[in-house]
């Protein structure tokens, strides 16, 4: 079993900027994809960005330009720099891996609040 714990979320004003973190933990574990999404109010949960093992990313188009995501494979971490952010940049954030323990899975975490204001 995988454990994600996010950390970093909170309350910004617009232009302003936000470092998402998010640390995996458990017992004979191996990390392949790690990736971050975000859920609004009312909507469904969106891929913001996505880092494989050999440091491959990827971005949806809304946040490319303005979002970083990094990881240190030593720490089990994923990072997510956020600039320049928006109000609809408002949203749970969570943090999501594919990693192998005994069998290969998709593992997320609780999810961080990031809020917006104009």
């Known amino acids: 079993q995988v454990r994600l714990v996010e950390s970093g979320g909170g309350l910004v004003q617009a232009g302003e900027s936000l470092r998402l973190s998010c640390a995996a933990s458990?017992?004979?574990?191996?990390?392949?994809?790690m990736a971050w999404y975000r859920q609004a109010l009312g909507k469904q949960r969106d891929m913001v960005a996505t880092i494989t093992s050999g440091g491959l990313k990827n971005y949806a188009d809304s946040v490319k330009g303005r979002f970083t995501i990094s990881r240190d494979n030593a720490k089990n971490t994923v990072y997510l720099q956020m600039n320049s952010l928006k109000p609809e940049d408002a949203a749970v954030y969570y943090c999501n891996c594919i990693a192998r323990t005994t069998y290969r899975g998709s593992y997320w975490g609780q999810g961080t609040q990031v809020t917006v204001s104009l």
């Open positions: 458990g017992t004979s574990f191996s990390i392949e994809t």
